[in-house]
Nanobody
């Protein structure tokens, strides 16, 4: 099992930036990929970004060019740099980690984009 703890959420104005962090603990040596998903009020959870251990990253079309996913494997930490934030980015953001085909989820961190 892998435990994930997100941080860095908050309230930001449109056009602003935030950086989310995800600290992994437990069976981290088994992690094959990590990612971020989000769920806005009244909507289904959706994919945001992911990265395999080889380093290739993937992004949802809605965040391409604005969000950047990175990992510090030495610290077992993943980051999501979010720039040019829009009100539509308001959601609870969840960190994920895949180990042996099983996905673990963090508790989520709230991001609110509003003036």
């Amino acid at each position: 099992q892998v435990q994930l703890v997100e941080s860095g959420g908050g309230l930001v104005q449109p056009g602003g930036s935030l950086r989310l962090s995800c600290a992994a603990s437990g069976r981290t040596f088994g992690i094959r990929s990590m990612g971020w998903s989000r769920q806005a009020p009244g909507k289904e959870r959706e994919f945001v970004a992911s990265m395999r251990n080889a380093g290739t990253s993937y992004y949802a079309d809605s965040v391409k060019g604005r969000f950047t996913f990175s990992r510090d494997n030495a610290k077992n930490t993943a980051y999501l740099q979010m720039n040019s934030l829009e009100p539509e980015d308001t959601a609870v953001y969840y960190c994920t980690a895949d180990v042996d085909g099983v996905r673990s989820w963090g508790q989520g961190t709230q991001v609110t984009v509003s003036s």
